[in-house]
């Protein structure tokens, strides 16, 4: 079954980017309907939605991040990617890589998720 | 702000039946999905579309749809069904993806 697992520095300074990678297993990132997404969760508070990459390549990025937002795929490596510039210690969350298969807000899949901290 | 209102805590005692709402305009358009969360993990989608439930997540789980309110309930809760309980559906727009505040659900 497919299988998400994010990847990246624990630890970024403010004003620098934020990367991640979520490498996908036992499935293929391109096959088709699927929305790969990122959702954060700031510590002790709720999820929020950060964006997706569709399959073909298309995103959608949440409003109020929009500005600071990449995300990629990488089909060769079956993975996709988040960078996220001009960190500040507000960016300090927990990231989750998620798939939609059908609808796009509905994550049947996720990774476990990791850790970065924004602090000098 | 979220889009999408939660009350931010219930109660159920064990075997009882709870009820979780979501209320937000977009859900006159669009349904809501449903998510658990336990300390420490990952969410988990427990129903999403009209009524549809994940292979595995068993059918004390519900949800239904009225209005701008979606609904989520558990039938018969069980000790392992305290976890915190999200929303999620479309904005305004249907272009982007909005979360409910979280429900925490507490099994007396």
């Known amino acids: 079954q497919v299988q998400l697992q994010e990847s990246g520095p624990g630890l970024v300074k403010p004003s620098q980017t934020l990367s991640l990678i979520c490498t996908v297993s036992g499935g293929s990132i391109s096959s088709g309907g699927s929305y790969w997404s990122w959702i954060r969760q700031h510590p002790g508070k709720g999820l929020e939605w950060i964006g997706y990459i569709y399959y073909s390549g298309r995103t959608s990025y949440n409003p109020s991040l929009k500005s600071r937002i990449t995300i990629s795929l990488d089909t060769s490596e079956n993975q996709f990617s988040l960078k996220l510039s001009s960190v500040t210690a507000a960016d300090t969350a927990v990231y989750y890589c998620?798939?939609?298969?059908?609808?796009?807000?509905?994550?049947?899949?996720w990774g476990q998720g990791t850790m970065v901290t924004v602090s000098s | 702000s979220s889009e999408l209102t939660q009350d931010p805590a219930v109660s159920v005692a064990l075997g009882q039946t709870v009820r979780i709402t979501c209320q937000g305009d977009?859900?006159?358009?669009?349904?809501a999905n449903w998510y658990q969360q336990k300390p420490g993990q990952a969410p988990v989608l427990v129903i999403f579309?009209?009524?549809n439930r994940p292979s595995g997540i068993p059918d004390r789980f519900s949800g239904s749809s009225s209005g701008n309110t979606a609904s989520l309930t558990i039938t018969g809760a069980q000790a392992e069904d305290e976890a915190d309980y999200y929303c999620t559906s479309r904005d305004s727009s249907g272009s982007h993806v909005v979360f409910g505040g979280g429900t925490n659900v507490t099994v007396l």
């Open positions: 579309g009209k009524n």
């Open positions: 977009s859900l006159r358009s669009y349904y």
């Open positions: 998620a798939r939609a298969a059908t609808n796009q807000d509905a994550f049947d899949i």
